[in-house]
């Protein structure tokens, strides 16, 4: 595996850095080298808070990533800091219940995820995080599914409630993710 | 705190980010004086003065040089991941101990707020170390240890100050600590960077590859005692002819480097400071750059 790079930027209280977490733990049982790395201090009071997940067989060198191969967009404050950013040939994941521009670059794969409606509709808007994350797996295949899941299943709220329906959204992002990517082949 | 708790024998550590780590100058000049074996991490920010709270590497000379007054040294240790802060963690208490000096750990905002996964050994084997007979554990039935650093009389300050510099002299022979990374025969350039600042040129040295140049990597692991001479043998190996250190501050190991080389070498300089951390793409500029530069002067001649 060449090494995976994603960002995940957006309000403070969103869910990034825990997003980027279970991202991070799910590539170390999946026996990868990760590291992850947020942004703090100042950078949060400008309206992004962001994390970056490197994941990769090999020894991962800097962990400083400018142009990441992924990139999961919260707000539209991220989406303007962020949207030039991704490499090209990468992935863009907006946030389209925030944030009502899309990307008109040509060579990325833009995914548009109404993350907010899909969670509201789940009855907890807070798992917003954990759809996009389903829809990050989805659209890059990094990891296996099934590894997140566990990690959830360790590292998430053991109330049955809130785990079966984070359980539930993720597996909704992916298939979300999955869908819109064949039915852009299609075009 | 730390000199109190030093002195009844038990290990101490403690932790701070550049100016607090200011703060307590003062009182590791007055450990170091006493000989009192603790452990201090600096988890660097911008300086001077409250700077910013993003990563910075400008305490180095605070660090190797010695923020407090006196004839003393730090034993500095930089790790560049968090596998090798934790080694070199268990390492700091041991060698701590053996010297009887304040051992200084340094690492950055990235360091200091980045999450990987690490393995702790299952059984530290330490090796053993002498007792600590110097120690404040209750003078009941012996004569009382004294811990201290004032010594009036010259003689015995002189005395004093000698005893440390022979400790700092055996740990250059015995604690030196570095690694290198890609070297090899075609390398024309040499980088020189420490802690998060050497992941950084392994990723920009990794991507020059793909470009088709070679370079190599310097990285001190200890920064006192500094690696003079093995930087000195890599540096005037005959293909190498310039070196690049690389650091978050304005050139300040840059200046050891230069003393390591004694002139055999041009040492260049790349940094930037107040938290901005430079991505492997501005370290490629820069050896792009130097090699470019020297393309130029070889047609010149």
């Not at chain 1, 890059?140 to 053991?158: C, F, N, Q, W």
């Not at chain 2, 701590?96 to 200084?104: C, F, G, L, S, T």
Request: net charge positive; charged share 25%.
């Amino acid at each position: 595996m060449e090494q995976f790079e994603v960002t995940l930027a957006g309000f403070g209280g969103q869910g990034i850095m825990t997003a980027g977490q279970l991202l991070a733990y799910s590539g170390m049982k999946a026996g990868k080298k990760v590291v992850w790395l947020p942004s703090y201090g100042p950078e949060m009071r400008g309206g992004t808070a962001y994390c970056t997940v490197v994941i990769s067989d090999q020894n991962i060198g800097s962990p400083v990533i400018n142009n990441p191969y992924c990139i999961c967009v919260f707000n539209r404050p991220s989406f303007d800091k962020f949207e030039p950013r991704v490499k090209p040939n990468g992935i863009l994941i907006v946030n389209s219940s925030l944030i009502n521009v899309s990307s008109q670059r040509k060579d990325i794969t833009q995914l548009l995820i109404p993350a907010n409606d899909i969670a509201l509709k789940a009855g907890n808007v807070k798992t917003a995080n954990i759809i996009i994350l389903g829809a990050l797996i989805g659209a890059s295949k990094v990891l296996d599914l099934k590894i997140v899941k566990e990690i959830v299943k360790e590292k998430m709220s053991k109330k049955k409630e809130l785990l079966d329906l984070n359980l539930k959204v993720l597996k909704q992002g992916y298939d979300l993710a999955i869908e819109e990517l064949s039915q852009k082949e299609k075009v | 705190m730390l000199f109190g708790a030093a002195s009844t024998g038990k290990r101490v550590f403690t932790t701070s980010s550049s100016p607090g780590i200011s703060l307590m100058q003062e009182a590791i000049s007055y450990m170091a004086g006493a000989q009192l074996p603790v452990v201090i991490v600096n988890i660097m920010r911008g300086g001077p003065g409250l700077g910013g709270i993003l990563p910075a590497q400008s305490d180095y000379f605070q660090s190797t040089k010695g923020g407090g007054h006196g004839d003393y040294r730090l034993l500095v240790l930089a790790p560049s991941s968090i596998q090798e802060a934790v080694d070199l963690m268990m390492l700091s208490f041991h060698l701590a101990d053996k010297y009887r000096n304040p051992v200084m750990m340094i690492g950055d905002g990235m360091i200091g707020q980045m999450m990987e996964p690490v393995e702790f050994p299952d059984k530290y084997e330490e090796p053993e170390l002498p007792p600590k007979t110097w120690a404040a554990t209750g003078a009941k039935g012996r004569p009382a240890h004294i811990i201290k650093s004032l010594f009036l009389d010259p003689i015995a300050l002189d005395k004093n100050s000698w005893i440390l510099h022979e400790k700092y002299e055996r740990m250059k022979k015995e604690e030196i600590r570095f690694e290198l990374y890609n070297h090899s025969p075609k390398n024309e350039i040499m980088l020189i960077a420490y802690g998060t600042m050497a992941r950084i040129c392994q990723t920009a040295i990794d991507a020059l590859k793909q470009e088709g140049i070679s370079i190599g990597l310097f990285r001190p692991i200890t920064l006192f005692p500094f690696p003079e001479k093995q930087i000195y043998k890599e540096a005037t190996k005959e293909n190498i002819r310039e070196l690049l250190v690389v650091e978050m501050s304005t050139a300040q190991m840059f200046e050891d480097v230069e003393r390591a080389v004694y002139g055999k070498k041009k040492v260049n300089f790349f940094g930037r400071t107040g938290g901005i951390v430079p991505p492997p793409e501005e370290v490629m500029e820069h050896v792009k750059m130097l090699l470019n530069k020297k393309s130029k002067d070889k047609k010149k001649a």
